[in-house]
């Protein structure tokens, strides 16, 4: 695709509920990662894939968060057992080879709330 | 990991004036980014500048690597130009807090 996209938009969650946000990174791309933006702040590293192999995870907060990248391309990032720290927005970029050397491209993110 | 610090936080102009936001690095980056993050959460790209100098119109910015630190120069400012300008770089991609413009008719 001409960018990267990712779904839902914004989803609500009840407390305790697990979600699982999509994101389709630019056709071609390499590196894709993931990131957690609070309100008013910067967005936040989570974890990063390089092809399907997940090469660091080491800003992903909880075990309740789970990334995966299976054939490579489009990738998965699942919430289990929601909390209401968990709302922020989320956001997919890609870079076209490895992480250290190239731009990224970000996605419109996902907006997540948990009541 | 690397500490990122930009500056102004804050910026309110006049349409029409100039503004220089500043970046610093804890340490050396190759992969230096400059993104304008829009009223609808939208990060754009306006500059991947691991060095140099970059025009792009009436945006420019200068990375100078070997002292850490990186300027994006906004000219002329339009009320579009608006919202929050953040850096980033790093293995991890380490944002700063931003800047948050606000330009004013």
């Known amino acids: 695709g001409a960018g990267v996209s990712q779904s839902p938009r914004y989803k609500v969650a009840k407390r305790g509920q697990d979600v699982a946000l999509r994101c389709d990174p630019i056709?071609?791309?390499?590196?894709l990662f993931w990131y957690q933006q609070a309100l008013g702040q910067g967005p936040e590293f989570l974890t990063y894939?390089?092809?399907?192999?997940?090469?660091?995870k080491s800003g992903l907060p909880s075990d309740r968060f789970f990334a995966e990248r299976p054939e490579g391309s489009v990738s998965t990032l699942k919430i289990q057992r929601t909390q209401q720290e968990d709302s922020a927005v989320y956001l997919c970029?890609?870079?076209?080879?490895?992480?250290?050397?190239?731009?990224?491209?970000f996605g419109p993110g996902t907006r997540l709330t948990v009541l | 990991g690397i500490q990122v610090e930009q500056s102004p936080p804050d910026l309110i102009l006049q349409e029409g004036a100039n503004s220089t936001l500043r970046c610093n690095f804890s340490d050396s980056v190759n992969n230096l980014q400059w993104f304008h993050q829009n009223p609808w959460g939208q990060l754009i790209n306006l500059f991947y500048i691991p060095s140099g100098t970059k025009q792009n119109g009436r945006l420019s910015a200068t990375t100078v690597a070997t002292e850490r630190y990186s300027l994006l120069y906004i000219s002329s400012s339009q009320t579009t130009d608006s919202g929050v300008y953040f850096c980033a770089g790093g293995n991890d991609m380490r944002f700063g807090a931003g800047t948050r413009l606000t330009v004013k008719p």
């Open positions: 894939f390089q092809n399907e192999a997940q090469l660091d």
């Open positions: 056709s071609g791309h390499v590196s």
């Open positions: 970029a890609s870079s076209l080879a490895s992480r250290a050397y190239n731009e990224q491209f």
